[in-house]
C-alpha cells in the first residue's frame, strides 16, 4: 500500500519533487558554500570540494553547470587571490627588511652568511658581495662578551637575543645587540636583526666611570672632614698650649705690649678653632643621618631658648602654635638655634623683641624668625647664606660665619628654602619653609 | 687616682700632646708617674713586658703612627691580662665612627682634647676626679 501511494504521488506531483530535490540541492550548496567560509582555509578542503564537483560534472553535467560552478568558480578566485596575497606579503617583508635602519642577516647553522640587508652591509663596512662568502666567525669577536651565543641553545628554544661584539671591515669593534630566530626550514636557517648600540654601551661605561668618579669625590670629602678635625686642630691646639705656656710662665718678662700680642694670639687661634668645627659642623649635615623622629616644635623652640639663655633685655616669644614634625632633631635644633642666637647675637635695641611665628602655605610650613635689631641692607641678603661670610668685623662679633650657611644647606636637604626680608634698622626677618608631608599637625594648629 | 704610685700610661705621638697631659696632671696635682709612648705597639710591648709597672689608667689617642688607638685596642681587649684596665680616649676626633669603635671595644670614657690649654686642665681635672672614686680592678 505504501510502494502504490509512493508511485502514484510521483505520477500526480513530478514538478513538486522537482522543487524539493531543487530545494534540497541548494540547500546542501548553501551549506557547503557556508562550511566553506567558516572552516579554517585548509587546501585539503578545498582541493575536496574541487574533487567532489569534477565527479559531479560527470554524473550529472546539468547539476554542474547550474549549482557547483559557481562554487568551483569562487574557489579558483579565492585561491588566485590568496597567491597575490601571499606574493604580496613576500614583496613586503622584502621592502620591510630593505628599509630596516637595524641589520638584518640570515646564516644557515654554520654561520655561513646568506644574506644580508644594507644596514647589515653599512654596520659591517663590507660589500653585500663580500659578506656572502664570509660566515659569523669571521666577524664575531669570540670572548669579548660574558653572554656567549650557542647555535645549539637557539635551535632549542627557537629565539634568543645576547650581545655581540663584531670587527668591522676597517678594525672598529662594534658592540651589537642581536634577536635571532631558528627555522628548520631549508635545512635550518638562522634569522637575525642586530642593533649597533656601541654608543649606548659607551655612554653607560662613561655613566659608571662618573658614578665611581663622583663617589671617589664624596670619599674624599668625608676623608677631608677627618683629616680637617685632627690633622689641622693637632698643630692649632699645640700653638694655644704652648702661647698660654709662655704667657703664665714668663709673665713677668712680658710688658703690655707683649701681653697684649699674646692675648691677640690666643683670640686668633679660638677662632680657627671655631672655623674649624664650623667646616666639621657644616660636613655632617647630610652625611650623619639621624634617625627621623616626631619632633613637637613648640617644645624644641624652648629648649632652644633657655640653652641660649638671652639677656634680660631680649624677649622671645612663639606667636600661636607650632606644628609637629617628622625630622632629625639636631638638624631642625640647629636651624631654630643658629636663627635666634643670631637675632640675640647682633641686637641694638635697648628692648629686643624676637618673635617666631609658623603659618600653612599650600603644600609646606612657612616658619619665621622676626627681631627688631639693626636690620640687613638688601644687598647682602645673598651673600650672608654663604659660608663663613659675616657682616660684623669678626673683632666686634665673635662667628665662624658658618651658622646661615648650616640653616640653608639643612632646609634645602628636606626640601625647603630659606630667604630674608629686612628693613635697615627695623629689623629682620628670616623665612623659611619645610614640606608638610612628613609633618603632623598638633591639636589647635591651625592647619 | 686611686692608686697614686701606679703609672698612668700615655699612648701619644705629639710631643706638645704629652706636655700639655703632664703639665695639666701637675696643675690638677695627680702625683702618678706617667709613662708616654708613641704608639700601640710600644704600648703592648710595655704592657705584657713583666719588668713593667702595671697601669692604673691608660690615657689613649687615636691617631698614631704604626698602630692606632683603635687597633691597639682590638689586640689589648682580647688580652685576658690586660683587657681590665680602664682605657680613657683622649683624642682630637669627634667623629662618630671612632667614638662608636672605641665604645664597641670597651673604653671607660672618650674625651676630645680641647684647643683651649684651660679648658685641657679642666677635662683632666674631671678625669681625675672620675678615677679617685671609681672603683678599679687590681
Known amino acids: 500500500m505504501y510502494s502504490i501511494q509512493n508511485q502514484s504521488l510521483l505520477l500526480k506531483s513530478p514538478a513538486l519533487i522537482l522543487l524539493i530535490v531543487c530545494l534540497s540541492v541548494f540547500v546542501s550548496e548553501a551549506v557547503v558554500m557556508l562550511l566553506l567560509y567558516s572552516l579554517p582555509q585548509l587546501s585539503l578542503v578545498s582541493d575536496a570540494i574541487l574533487d567532489a564537483t569534477l565527479l559531479i560534472a560527470i554524473v550529472s553535467p546539468a547539476l554542474y553547470y547550474f549549482l557547483f560552478k559557481p562554487l568551483v568558480v569562487h574557489i579558483r578566485e579565492r585561491e588566485q587571490i590568496e597567491e597575490i596575497l601571499h606574493k604580496n606579503e613576500e614583496e613586503q617583508f622584502k621592502v620591510m627588511i630593505r628599509t630596516s635602519l637595524d641589520a638584518f642577516a640570515v646564516t644557515d647553522t654554520d654561520g655561513r652568511i646568506l644574506q644580508v640587508n644594507d644596514a647589515y652591509c653599512r654596520m659591517m663596512g663590507y660589500s653585500r658581495e663580500e659578506l656572502k662568502t664570509m660566515s659569523t666567525a669571521d666577524i664575531d669577536v669570540v670572548g669579548a662578551t660574558e653572554e656567549k651565543h650557542d647555535v645549539g641553545k637557539l635551535i632549542e628554544t627557537g629565539s634568543d637575543r645576547y650581545e655581540l661584539h663584531k670587527r668591522r671591515k676597517d678594525g672598529r669593534i662594534q658592540i651589537v645587540e642581536v634577536s635571532s630566530n631558528y627555522s628548520k626550514l631549508n635545512g635550518g636557517r638562522v634569522y637575525s636583526f642586530m642593533r649597533d648600540i656601541t654608543e649606548r654601551k659607551q655612554a653607560e661605561e662613561q655613566r659608571d666611570r662618573l658614578l665611581r668618579e663622583v663617589e671617589g669625590a664624596n670619599e674624599e670629602l668625608r676623608n677631608f672632614a677627618y683629616v680637617v678635625s685632627h690633622d689641622l686642630k693637632a698643630p692649632l691646639r699645640a700653638i694655644s698650649s704652648l702661647a698660654d705656656w709662655l704667657a703664665t710662665d714668663y709673665a713677668d718678662k712680658f710688658d703690655d705690649a707683649g701681653k697684649e700680642q699674646m692675648r691677640l694670639l690666643i683670640n686668633r687661634v679660638r677662632r680657627m678653632d671655631g672655623l674649624i668645627d664650623g667646616i666639621l659642623q657644616y660636613s655632617r649635615v647630610g652625611r650623619e643621618k639621624e634617625a627621623m623622629v616626631r619632633v613637637d616644635l613648640n617644645h624644641l623652640v624652648k629648649e632652644v631658648t633657655d640653652l641660649l639663655a638671652p639677656p634680660a633685655n631680649i624677649t622671645v616669644t612663639v606667636e600661636g602654635e607650632l606644628p609637629t614634625v617628622v625630622t632629625e632633631p639636631t638638624r631642625i635644633q640647629q636651624v631654630f638655634q643658629n636663627l635666634i642666637s643670631n637675632a640675640i647675637k647682633y641686637m641694638d635695641k635697648p628692648e629686643g623683641r624676637i618673635r617666631i611665628a609658623c603659618s600653612p602655605e599650600g603644600e609646606l610650613w612657612k616658619f619665621s624668625v622676626s627681631d627688631n635689631g639693626p636690620g640687613i641692607r638688601e644687598q647682602h641678603f645673598g651673600k650672608i647664606f654663604q659660608l663663613f661670610q659675616t657682616l660684623a668685623p669678626r673683632d666686634r662679633v665673635e662667628s665662624s660665619g658658618v651658622g646661615l650657611a648650616l640653616v640653608k644647606k639643612i632646609v634645602e636637604m628636606y626640601g625647603g628654602q630659606v630667604w630674608i626680608e629686612s628693613t635697615v634698622g627695623e629689623g629682620s626677618t628670616f623665612l623659611f619653609t619645610l614640606p608638610r608631608a612628613t609633618s603632623i599637625p598638633t591639636q589647635g594648629a591651625n592647619a | ?138
Do not use: H
Open chain 2, 1 to 138: 687616682m686611686k692608686f697614686s704610685d701606679r703609672p698612668i700610661l700615655l699612648v701619644e705621638d705629639d710631643q706638645v700632646d704629652v706636655m700639655t697631659v703632664k703639665r695639666a696632671l701637675r696643675e690638677t696635682e695627680v702625683a702618678n708617674p706617667v709613662v708616654n709612648l708613641e704608639n700601640g705597639e710600644e704600648a703592648l710591648r710595655y704592657l705584657r713586658d713583666p719588668q713593667s709597672a702595671r697601669p692604673c689608667l691608660i690615657l689613649l689617642d687615636i691617631n698614631m703612627p704604626v698602630m692606632n688607638g683603635i687597633e691597639f685596642l682590638r689586640v689589648m681587649k682580647q688580652d685576658a691580662r690586660l683587657k681590665r684596665i680602664p682605657v680613657v680616649v683622649l683624642t682630637t676626633s669627634g667623629e662618630q665612627q671612632d667614638i662608636g669603635s672605641s665604645f664597641d671595644l670597651g673604653v671607660a670614657g672618650y674625651m676630645s682634647k680641647p684647643v683651649d690649654y684651660r679648658k685641657f686642665v679642666e677635662v683632666m681635672r674631671t678625669i681625675n676626679a672620675y678615677w679617685s672614686v671609681s672603683e678599679v680592678p687590681l
